[in-house]
């Protein structure tokens, strides 16, 4: 938590630089193919009636680490992502620090438009298939002090189809069934710097004691540094309210390594969470950062161009 708070206040420049959406918009672009972003107007010398000039790459993907970012893919684009990350580091030499074991996860994203986004996954951790929907309402255009901000709206359903125990009786399929909604806010104060405050609500049909929510609300918190062109520093952390879950589990804390190269955008990491799909890394993480529980890890996503 030290090591998150010093990144974010070592990093605010704050920029009032405002931004609003318009649904007159031209096509966007982004320097990474495939990824909504934002093009100036070469009027920009004169005073006309312009269109917006949307703000560039809050985020270089439409993940921060494990959460979604407000990033989107454009119109007939499909994002193919893997999402790979191994044991425990403190397992020691025995194991490869963690190396000797993998976990995954395989996600396709496709852009309906450039603002409305579905995508289909299958994780390894727990045999979960999810599906989600996500829809921007408004984004940061420069110029526009009214609308300031990036927001982005995301529901998830996920489904975990691992055999369950013989002691399990009964086990009906809605108990396999998991939802998330989660609002998405962000802003680039500056041409170094951007923050995403996460607001999430968690449903899980099945809970393992009456002691325990089966709606868990929890605020999440992500950044990224840019540190040159093609480089950045992210972060991310869920803060889960007391009393919703096992006390086993922990909040989620990762911290990760963008590298942009071309259409790809491959990411290393370090993070306390096993499970990469919301209902793992928000209600399941089981590792603590204090002990010694980290995963290294690798995300890696290439766009591919559909329709054209």
Known sequence: ?????????????????????????????????????????????????EEPDFEQNVFKGNRVINSHSVEMIGKKNLDYRICHRFGYINTGPYEMFGLDQAYQRMSFSYGISDLVNVEIARSSVNKMYDGSLKVKFMRQAKGDKKRPLSIVYVANMAV??????????????????????????????????????????LHRNLIDSMKYKNDVFCIGIGGRNKITRKTALTYEYFYVLPGQINPIYNNSLSIGFD???????????????????????????????????????????RIFYIGR
């Open 160 to 201: 975990q189809t691992l055999k369950p125990n013989s002691s399990q009786t009964p086990y009906y399929f809605s108990n396999r069934l998991y939802y998330t909604h989660q609002l998405l806010i962000a802003k680039k104060f500056n041409e170094h710097f951007s923050l995403q405050i996460m607001p999430t609500l």
């Open 259 to 301: 590298i942009e190269t071309g259409g790809h955008v491959f990411q290393l990491h370090f993070t306390n969470s096993t499970g990469m799909n919301e209902k793992g890394f928000l209600a399941e993480t089981d590792g603590s950062w204090a002990k010694g529980d980290i995963h290294f890890g690798f995300n890696i996503s």
């Open 1 to 49: 938590m030290r090591l998150l708070s010093a990144l974010i206040i070592s990093s605010v420049a704050f920029s009032a630089n405002a931004q609003t959406d318009t649904t007159k918009q031209p096509s966007a672009v982004s320097d990474i193919p495939g990824m909504v972003g934002d093009t100036s107007s070469m009027l920009d010398g004169f005073d006309m009636n």
